[in-house]
């Protein structure tokens, strides 16, 4: 390439990364395991689709049409991505709850009594 410049690209969306694959979670059955990974998983899908109905509501409210692409470049603001992250963080503590329960339930019931 002789003399050729190439122009700087714009900075890329701010997009939450998807691990694609099995997400490997320790456990006694494999099953448990598997069906851990599912729920996250369905999880992370959730997630995402709350942010594509919030951004398609954000577009309404401005009085733009909702369409692929233009959900696909909506930028949110600050604020919204504060309520964005808080809003994923409420989701993923209420799907992880019954697990963090039995995590501490099974911590109480490994202590001594004299711990207690």
Do not use: W, Y
Not at 24 to 49: F, H, N
Request: hydrophobic share 35%.
């Amino acid at each position: 390439m002789s003399g050729a410049t190439v122009a700087p690209k714009a900075a890329p969306l701010q997009r939450h990364r998807l691990h694609k694959g099995r997400r490997t979670v320790p456990g006694p059955d494999p099953r448990v395991d598997t069906l851990l990974g599912m729920v996250m998983a369905l999880t992370s899908e959730v997630a995402v689709l709350r942010e594509r109905v919030d951004a398609h509501e954000r577009l309404s409210a401005q009085g733009k049409a909702a369409s692929p692409e233009s959900v696909n470049s909506f930028q949110p603001d600050e604020t919204t991505q504060r309520e964005r992250a808080a809003a994923r963080q409420r989701l993923i503590d209420k799907v992880c709850r019954p697990l963090l329960a039995a995590g501490s339930e099974k911590q109480r019931e490994e202590k001594p009594d004299d711990e207690n």
